[in-house]
């Protein structure tokens, strides 16, 4: 079988070999360049696809296939009582395309023939996302359900181009493109800040200031530095944009996609990451209704690496970059070769903390420790003798990361998922730190080349006096990060919003059960973050829950446990999906209501926008163009 390029298939239909195809879409000369093999046809219609699954098996994977929405919103039949307080919407997101069929073109002895072949993500984290709405009305002991998929243009170009071209470097985590090298270059450096074909499916929030003025708005963001906003009502797209385009400073083709949102300065703060040869510069930006244009609040020079999460504490932001960088000079980095391929775990070196001063704006201080690896921060807070204590949901390497890839995940000969550590760490000292080290850098700043050749000098000559005042060799040395806590974690943790950046005592997540297998979260716990007490986990067989989402009354109980943590769980034995209310006290149940889909489980946080709700899902209407951001050539 003999695959045909474009030129062939056009001198095809010129000779009249095969008749040309019949949808008319224009192929503009970069796409050509891009793609060499892109046909013009006709969209296919989605379809669930039904992958290297044994229908007989009771297992998880049969929730990592395609997703069908529901974009009617539907009435669930609530078993249990729904407390009385939770009114609003919650909102996840989910994969909602993992595989997308294309037709091809080839020669089959002789003969020219189209057949249909598959485009595939290769990891959990790759995929076009689905979002997921629920309204929950306490007082009425009712919810609604509604999903939609609103990346519409990255599935036609991925089924245009036969493969996935993003553009920006590393933005998945483990897919072969199905792209030559030089259609990856040319994607990658002509097409930065371009996000039309860059799903948001990382996280998805309903923080200021984005809806601050009254828009009835939720925000969905990704690793790359974009941000997708939908309409509260309707999940209609109410456009795409990049960060640099809300503040041209904001440079960089990557962020994190937990943006931190402090109720108390009204501030929402993220960071941008522009690449450099050998180092990237983290520029961290503040954004509040006043100043909807932000301002840069430092930048910090560190090494490139996957930073997916940072600490916010009332006086300090902290960036800690685990040793995951670049191979191979950065080469595959840049020209967009997936994450876990263009990105290595170096256990000899060390992870580095970085301290920001929020109100000097600028770095005062480093910290370093052992490698290790993470992708959520749980909390960090202050104490009133100067420490910071940053909590993680940890790993000893990027391991998991690998794991977590469709592969891995479909092989039932795969080892058990490694369980995270809860851990957390003293910075000690921190103004006194900032203190010393400004004191060196002051000291280093006034010494001159002789000077310094004659403090070395008088630090090898034994009992030469010397006036010069120069500062000791390892004066400048980097202070150590201590690891005081360590035991076992959850995966996706979630803490009442209320106690961010404070001292607490709980985190919620989901974790592996001692009884199953060990190759899927399949259990809901709750950590008791001080003291010895054993975590408290809700699981039931052959269930397999995502993201729990604390949310808390809406009038503030001094018991930082009060409230209930909502999850979405899919059911292998029943091959269905449904939500969960569980009482966060105790993890017993207290409601659930099946859903008219499956929803694949997800690795992705969500948010819960408690509130007015009369409104109702209003439903969307039809799209007949893409939007603005999306008419644009690339």
Not at 90 to 103: A, C, R, V
Not at 127 to 149: D, E, H, L, M
Not at 346 to 366: C, D, G, P, W
Request: net charge negative.
């Amino acid at each position: 079988m003999e695959e045909v390029s474009e030129i062939e298939v056009i001198q095809m239909e010129d000779n009249g070999t095969v008749a040309p195809a019949a949808d008319t879409t224009t192929v503009n000369s970069a796409d050509a360049l891009q793609d060499s093999a892109v046909l013009p046809t006709t969209p296919v219609t989605p379809e669930v696809i039904a992958g290297p699954f044994d229908e007989e098996e009771v297992t998880f994977h049969k929730a990592l296939r395609n997703a069908t929405s529901t974009e009617v919103p539907a009435d669930l039949t609530v078993q249990g009582t729904i407390p009385d307080w939770l009114t609003g919407f919650h909102y996840t997101l989910s994969p909602g395309i993992f595989e997308i069929k294309y037709p091809k073109m080839v020669v089959v002895n002789g003969e020219p023939q189209q057949e249909t072949r598959t485009f595939r993500f290769g990891h959990w984290f790759d995929n076009i996302p689905q979002v997921n709405q629920f309204s929950f009305s306490g007082s009425n002991n009712a919810i609604k359900f509604r999903s939609t998929k609103p990346a519409h243009r990255a599935e036609t170009k991925i089924r245009e181009h036969q493969g996935y071209l993003p553009n920006q470097p590393s933005s998945t985590f483990r897919t072969d493109t199905n792209q030559t090298v030089f259609a990856r270059f040319l994607s990658t450096s002509q097409t930065q800040g371009k996000p039309s074909l860059e799903p948001c499916g990382a996280s998805i929030e309903a923080l200021p200031p984005f809806n601050a003025d009254g828009r009835r708005t939720i925000y969905c963001q990704n690793f790359a530095n974009h941000v997708l906003e939908l309409n509260t009502d309707t999940l209609e797209k109410g456009g795409i944009l990049a960060w640099d385009e809300v503040n041209p400073r904001f440079k960089g083709s990557h962020a994190s996609p937990h943006s931190h949102y402090d109720p108390v300065t009204k501030e929402l703060i993220n960071f941008t990451m522009e690449h450099g040869f050998q180092s990237t510069q983290y520029h961290f930006f503040s954004i509040t209704e006043k100043e909807p244009h932000g301002s840069i609040i430092a930048s910090v020079t560190a090494k490139t690496s996957h930073v997916h999460s940072f600490a916010v504490t009332p006086r300090y932001i902290i960036l800690v970059v685990s040793p995951l960088n670049p191979s191979d000079g950065g080469i595959k980095y840049s020209w967009g070769a997936s994450v876990l391929d263009a990105l290595s775990f170096k256990r000899s070196e060390s992870t580095y903390f970085y301290v920001i001063s929020r109100i000097k704006q600028k770095l005062i201080a480093t910290f370093k420790s052992e490698a290790f690896f993470f992708f959520h921060h749980v909390n960090a807070f202050e104490d009133a003798a100067d420490n910071v204590y940053l909590d993680f949901s940890m790993y000893s390497d990027d391991t998991i990361a690998h794991q977590l890839s469709l592969s891995s995940l479909l092989n039932r000969s795969s080892p058990k998922l490694i369980k995270p550590e809860f851990c957390r760490f003293e910075l000690a000292n921190v103004q006194a730190e900032a203190q010393r080290l400004a004191n060196y850098n002051a000291a280093m700043a006034n010494v001159g080349p002789v000077d310094k050749l004659r403090g070395l000098m008088r630090r090898v000559s034994v009992g030469q006096s010397s006036s010069y005042s120069v500062p000791e060799k390892n004066s400048n040395i980097t202070p150590l990060a201590v690891r005081v806590r360590s035991t076992p974690g959850v995966e996706m943790p979630r803490i009442n919003p209320i106690y961010h950046g404070l001292d607490y005592k709980y985190t919620w997540g989901v974790g592996l059960s001692e009884t199953g297998e060990g190759d899927m979260y399949d259990s809901i716990l709750k950590l008791h973050v001080k003291g010895d007490k054993e975590p408290l986990v809700w699981s039931q067989k052959n269930c397999y829950p995502s993201e729990a989402v604390f949310v808390p009354p809406p009038v503030f109980d001094q018991n930082e446990d009060a409230g209930v943590v909502i999850s979405l769980v899919y059911d292998a034995e029943q091959n269905q999906s449904f939500v969960l209310v569980l009482d966060a006290t105790n993890l017993t149940e207290k409601a659930r209501a099946v859903l008219p889909e499956v929803v694949p489980l997800s690795f992705t946080n969500g948010c819960f926008a408690p509130g007015d709700i009369s409104r109702g899902m209003q439903e969307a209407a039809a799209p007949t163009s893409f939007s603005d951001d999306e008419q644009e050539d690339d």
